[in-house]
């Protein structure tokens, strides 16, 4: 058992590694291919431990140390089914410990406090942390969830662009920029929307909010709705007590002028990133064991 | 030429034909395969003149007169770039015309009358005819449109349940039941929406309306917002004059106790279907052929 501790980020994109001492201070980062272990777990695992590869090398540390630390990974997934436990099996690690992408991401924003994180990106997620206990609500992808995500925002103005179309809603500056960009055909708008990822979708979130800041009513109402839709979901979550609410995500910032006092006023900035609260959980983890074999 | 007019309703699941003499009196029919023609023209070609073959050969009529015949032929895509015209020119008939779906149910539904048709099964689509002249809004599918389709109604419900379960809404009887059905893991609620095609979400249509009318509150929400879409599409429709709406499809009965009395006080039953109406146009272009002849 070596003094390292190394926390994983491992993300749809890219897997990312800091390796630190056990006082938290990194001293080598690493990154790789992604991890989507749901749909690819073999790859996901390589990738996870190159990650972690890497960052030893950049820490100027022997290869060999990998089988010498200890680890938590963080990664979208880990709570399904037997998943989590599948990849802790396979680490090479002296001690692996496979945690869900949200836990990581609160303790980064977070540290060790209580509070409630909410994540507005392609899709959108909350997670809380009372009396040390998490609960987590969303998530759910955005054809029947995900209500203030990206690809939301996104189908929304589609789904207005062609309301206005048919002069069933009012038209606006936005409607007939979205219009105009398909040739003012609404089947165009069909055959994009019936292939369009969720990712395809998120791309018009900017769009919905520079709109919505210039004052275009369509807009304004969609991005109106989102954020009612975070209050629901934030009350749902908020005791009297909570010290913090963080917002996280591509979309943090510009959701945050439309968020109602109530929940503005208990905004936190995070403390760190989901790299970060991985590398706080690995510390952690290793000072617990070194105190247990004390 | 014969005296014979054939008229053709394409549809999705099946192509069904009625042969009329010049009266309009039908005196044989045929049923075939479906008409998809955007997905699968050559099958809808043989669909589409299998079910005139049919028709022939109920009314006792010899195979060849099938090229002396006027037909009118209704199906879905007839208006989208060319597909209608290289119908026309690929028919057997001694006169083909394609139109759309959307044309022979308002024909069916009105006669020759101006008015509003409504169609709300999986989808949702409007028709008026004012002063002679067509207008059709909504049926852009249920990804970014048909607000008041029984695809959408499923959709919602779906949402709702799973909001519920997040504690975010209120649950309802209704919500409980579904989640109920996919053994309280919302996962699976999940798995069925990202793979569920428009005719999967509107099974469950009939679920909100039954619940709907027993008071169950986030049925009856579901259903109040799609009959106030269904208000503004017909509000962008309707002029003072107007003498009819008619409402078609497999929900149209279960919406009409909940449309706004401005809408109900105009409901007129739809005086036939759209192979009705395909007879009635194929029989008016068989007479007005005769007189041009004459």
């Known amino acids: 058992m070596t003094e390292l501790a190394i926390g994983i980020d491992g993300g749809g994109t890219s897997c990312r590694a800091a390796v630190a001492d056990r006082s938290g201070n ?25 990650s972690a590869r890497y960052a030893l090398r950049d820490a100027r540390l022997d290869a060999e140390a990998i089988s010498s630390v200890v680890s938590v990974v963080g990664v979208a997934g880990a709570n399904v089914t037997d998943y989590g436990q599948r990849i802790e099996k396979a680490l090479p690690f002296a001690e692996g410990r496979v945690v869900t992408d949200a836990l990581i991401a609160l303790q980064g924003a977070l540290g060790d406090a209580d509070g409630i994180v909410g994540a507005f990106g392609t899709g959108s997620v909350y997670n809380a942390r009372r009396d040390g206990r998490l609960n987590g609500i969303g998530g759910w992808g955005f054809v029947v969830g995900d209500q203030a995500s990206g690809a939301r925002l996104g189908r929304d103005l589609m789904e207005r662009s062609l309301l206005a179309h048919d002069q069933v809603r009012p038209a606006s500056p936005m409607t007939e920029a979205v219009m105009a960009e398909y040739g003012n055909d609404p089947e165009r708008i069909v055959e994009f929307a019936h292939s369009a990822r969720p990712t395809d979708f998120a791309r018009y979130a900017p769009v919905v909010f520079e709109h919505a800041a210039k004052g275009d009513a369509v807009a304004a109402g969609i991005v109106t709705d989102a954020a009612t839709a975070i209050g629901e979901s934030l009350e749902a979550l908020l005791w009297s007590e909570c010290p913090s609410i963080c917002l996280l995500g591509g979309l943090a910032g510009a959701y945050e002028p439309w ?21 706080e959980l690995a510390v952690k983890l290793l000072n617990d064991q070194q105190r247990g074999a004390a």
Not at 26 to 50: C, K, M, Q, T
């Open 26 to 50: 990194v001293i080598g980062r690493g990154r790789s291919g992604p991890a989507n272990i749901l749909s690819d777990l073999e790859n996901s695992l390589f990738n996870i431990v190159e």
């Open 259 to 279: 968020l109602s006092e109530r929940y503005r006023s208990r905004l936190a900035k995070p403390k760190g990133d989901a790299l970060q609260g991985a590398v």
